[in-house]
């Protein structure tokens, strides 16, 4: 079936450095990604849809020039944190459809962020 | 906007049966999901619905009434390693967008 691959799986970074995050469709194409964040017992939140060869499509309140999104390939998509702050230590979760194939959104297995 | 309603916490025992509600309220609806998700971990699909009515894979259904704005995922069987959040999870419009609900947590007790 569909596999989504997220790396890094953990990651601890200083105030103030800047974090990329990757998620790929692994046996399929995927021309939209979505990512989100969730905060500790609280559900995924929709941060912004990628989309391949073309601008991202950011949520209300979600800051594009802090979340960066690119979406070179049909394959990858990568969300960086710039300029990570402690209150951005969260769960991020990249997720993805074939839509060929047409099978539900697949997750990938998230990145736990933690901004020191 | 939009508003999913499911309830914070259930308890259940073990081999019994438990019905985790969803309410909804969107406007281009076209679809419902039910994920579940354990702790640390990304959310795995279980079921989707689309069309009122009874979709069933294994010890799990799910029951979606778009009248009433509902759907509920059916846990049978129930074993300990069902204890996860299980989120409903709506889709509006033509693409792949998802709402999520706040989650259900459900703790199975021998």
């Known amino acids: 079936g569909a596999v989504v691959s997220q790396h890094p799986s953990r990651v601890i970074c200083k105030s103030g450095t800047s974090v990329k995050i990757e998620c790929r469709s692994l046996?399929?194409?995927?021309?939209?990604m979505f990512w989100y964040r969730q905060f500790p017992k609280q559900s995924l939140m929709l941060m912004a849809t990628?989309?391949?060869?073309?601008?991202?499509?950011?949520e209300q309140g979600v800051e594009k020039d802090k979340f960066l999104i690119n979406h070179a390939s049909l394959t990858l998509s990568t969300l960086t944190v710039t300029s990570a702050h402690p209150e951005d230590s969260s769960f991020y979760i990249c997720?993805?459809?074939?839509?060929?194939?047409?099978?539900?959104?697949?997750f990938g297995n998230g990145t736990r962020l933690t901004v020191t | 906007g939009q508003n999913i309603d499911q309830p914070t916490e259930m308890t259940a025992t073990e081999g019994a049966i438990v019905q985790i509600n969803c309410t909804y309220q969107?406007?281009?609806?076209?679809?419902l999901f039910w994920y579940q998700q354990h702790a640390g971990e990304a959310p795995t699909f279980l079921s989707y619905?689309?069309?009122?009515g009874l979709e069933e894979k294994g010890r799990f259904s799910s029951f979606l009434s778009r009248s009433k704005g509902y759907s509920y995922l059916l846990l049978k069987e129930l074993q300990m390693k069902d204890s996860a959040s299980y989120l409903c999870?709506?889709?509006?419009?033509?693409?792949?967008?998802?709402?999520f609900g706040t989650g259900t947590q459900l703790k199975v007790e021998l």
């Open positions: 997720s993805a459809r074939d839509a060929v194939g047409g099978s539900p959104l697949h």
């Open positions: 046996d399929f194409q995927a021309t939209t």
């Open positions: 990628s989309n391949e060869g073309s601008k991202a499509t950011y």
């Open positions: 969107t406007s281009g609806f076209n679809g």
């Open positions: 619905n689309v069309l009122d």
């Open positions: 999870a709506v889709r509006t419009g033509g693409g792949n967008k998802l709402t």
